[in-house]
T-cell receptor, first 115, second 113 residues
Framework: GAGVSQTPSNKVTEKGKYVELRCDPI?????LYWYRQSLGQGPEFLIY????????DSGLPNDRFFAVRPEGSVSTLKIQRTERGDSAVYLC?????????????FGPGTRLTVL | DQQVKQNSPSLSVQEGRISILNCDYT??????FLWYKKYPAEGPTFLIS?????DKNEDGRFTVFLNKSAKHLSLHIVPSQPGDSAVYFC????????????FGKGTRLSVIA
């Protein structure tokens, strides 16, 4: 079966622009997570969803970042007024349901470069 | 403040020998620990985990050891194979509540044939 897919794989944008990053989780997985991995760092939690609702958005760095999952499947991470410091690989993961015992399956990530 | 620390950014091991990757954590509330493996241009994949009620968990060539008093865990790979060359991330979590995983910075393992 298909794994987690993320589009685009690479995104180059200019400072101040708006970007959307898409995540297609594994079918049937109710939990969906967004992480950001900066150069030389491990993945850092941003937000996770259980179904359609954001269960925990405490990792979002500021109000320029927003994520939605309107139908409980595909999720979009939206970044307004991008800054050079937003450059990173944005990883999406899904699991059958929430909780640490449920293995998170990661997508390949979207590499965002803000010029 | 890094709650999960992997102090060795890289490790080089000969094929057939043991690889030992180390991880320290500061939050004594963490009670579930995981190791993920990541190849270039791919997402991390789950490797092995351990609950704080255990001190060892083994899966084939991979064994994770947990020392709660020292807040330290290690991943042993034996024998190491060239295909094990990847970045390994240690992660920690709380089983109570639905808290997200906290990852270390990773250790790049190179297994030399």
């Amino acid at each position: 079966g298909a794994g987690v897919s993320q589009t685009p794989s690479n995104k180059v944008t200019e400072k101040g622009k708006y970007v959307e990053l898409r995540c297609d989780p594994i079918s049937g997985h109710t939990a969906l997570y967004w992480y950001r991995q900066s150069l030389g760092q491990g993945p850092e939690f941003l937000i996770y969803f259980q179904g359609t609702g954001a269960a925990d958005d405490s990792g979002l760095p500021n109000d320029r970042f927003f994520a939605v999952r309107p139908e409980g499947s595909v999720s979009t991470l939206k970044i307004q007024r991008t800054e050079r410091g937003d450059s990173a690989v944005y990883l999406c993961a899904s699991s059958l349901t929430i909780g640490p015992y449920n293995e998170q399956f990661f997508g390949p990530g979207t590499r965002l470069t803000v010029l | 403040d890094q709650q999960v620390k992997q102090n060795s950014p890289s490790l080089s091991v000969q094929e057939g020998r043991i690889s030992i990757l180390n991880c320290d954590y500061t939050n004594s509330m963490f009670d579930y620990f995981l190791w993920y493996k990541k190849y270039p241009a791919e997402g991390p994949t789950f490797l092995i985990s351990i609950s704080s009620i255990k001190d060892k968990n083994e899966d084939g060539r991979f064994t994770v050891f947990l020392n709660k008093s020292a807040k330290h865990l290690s991943l042993h790979i034996v024998p190491s194979q060239p295909g094990d060359s990847a970045v390994y991330f240690c992660a920690a979590s709380l089983t109570s509540g639905n808290t997200p995983l906290v990852f270390g910075k990773g250790t790049r393992l190179s297994v030399i044939a």
